[in-house]
């Protein structure tokens, strides 16, 4: 069997294709949502100020799920830093 064709994921179209079938991990993203903005406050408000953060979006989305995690991330962080008068780091 061809490496692609195992290691690919599902066609864009049709009704097996992930852009049609990305409800579930929409689900989660949204659940995980306020874990992760509780994570980043609890960054800011201790005595860790992170001049710098790295984000890395290692998934293979397609469609609207795509970016969403690091959108999320990205206002989290932005929302913080203002709440706490701090600098935002650069990213």
């Known amino acids: ?8 994921m599902n066609d864009r179209t049709g009704k097996t294709s992930y852009a049609n079938n990305s409800r579930l991990a929409r689900a989660v993203i949204a659940k995980a949502k306020p874990v992760l903005e509780e994570n980043i406050k609890e960054v800011y408000a201790g005595n860790m100020f992170p ?6 979006d290692l998934g293979c989305s397609s469609g609207p799920n795509t970016l969403i995690v690091v959108s999320q991330m990205l ?4 929302t ?3 709440l706490l008068n701090r600098r935002p780091p650069a990213l």
């Open 80 to 82: 913080t830093c203002t």
């Open 75 to 78: 206002d989290a962080i932005a």
């Open 1 to 8: 069997m061809e490496v692609e064709r195992v290691l690919r």
């Open 51 to 56: 001049e710098c953060l790295k984000v890395a």
